[in-house]
């Protein structure tokens, strides 16, 4: 994480790539940066991947501020794991968790707990998770 002035909302993003980035959903990471950065000051931007993101995928989310995180399998365990790590070690104010997945609700619950502002943001009403929307201090569904 970056240093930040004191005082300043520490944001930290985390994106579920493979839930987020299809076709029928057409999410742009710009977009989800700015949803970041309406909280606060962006101290910690995560795309996180399977092995068979493509090379331009990992290069574009690189271009736009991302740490593009690539896992072997599935990439919640470990979106879940960093979001609790940061809200429980005051790695930032508020998180922000970008999919439309309920798996991520117990890592929400964690971080409200620790005291972290939480941001749930759905790719589109039809791609909304009602748990981690539920779960979330504030919700927020791209497009409308």
Known sequence: MGLLDRGETRVALFV???NLLREEFDVDLDDLRAV???????ALTRLY??????????????SR???AVTTSGDVD?????DLTRVAVT????VVVVAS?????????????AAGVRTVAVAPGAHGRSDALRNAAAESLTLGE
């Open 16 to 18: 579920d790539g493979p």
């Open 77 to 81: 365990v470990r979106l879940a794991v």
């Open 49 to 62: 991947l399977d092995e068979h993101a493509s090379p331009s995928l990992v290069r574009a989310a690189e």
């Open 65 to 67: 501020g991302f740490e």
């Open 90 to 93: 005051d790695g930032a104010d």
């Open 100 to 112: 439309r997945d309920a798996d991520f609700k117990p890592a929400v619950e964690a971080a409200n």
């Open 36 to 42: 970041a950065a309406d909280h606060g000051q962006p």
